[in-house]
């Protein structure tokens, strides 16, 4: 059974950091590119980050680069998002995506609200 399983969201000040991991269970973990999307309230869902299955390709929507780095640990089937300089902006449900050929799965999502 597949699981992708994110943790680590929570309420922030603005400028703080938080960092969110997406436990993934039920596939090869190793061979999928693993990105993290958000949804702000009242918006549609965008890519936020995206790291290649090795992890040596990283890319970023501009409103996060310089900020938040994506990161995974292919032993542990875990990718990370670590979120500094946070931004009443970046205040959404993250969710964690695997992607490989056809097969594409999602996690649940974290709420991440930046908030003083």
């Known amino acids: 059974q597949v699981q992708l399983v994110e943790s680590g969201g929570g309420l922030v000040q603005p400028g703080g950091s938080l960092r969110l991991s997406c436990a993934a269970s039920?596939?090869?973990?190793?061979?999928?590119?693993m990105s993290w999307y958000r949804q702000p309230p009242g918006k549609e869902r965008e890519l936020v980050a995206v790291i290649s299955s090795g992890g040596v390709t990283t890319t970023y929507a501009d409103s996060v680069k310089g900020r938040f780095t994506i990161s995974r640990d292919n032993a542990k089937n875990t990718v990370y998002l670590l979120m500094n300089s946070l931004k009443p902006e970046d205040t959404a449900v993250y969710y964690c995506n695997a992607k490989w050929s056809i097969w594409t799965y999602w996690g649940q999502g974290t709420q991440v609200t930046v908030s003083s």
């Open positions: 039920g596939f090869t973990f190793s061979i999928y590119a």
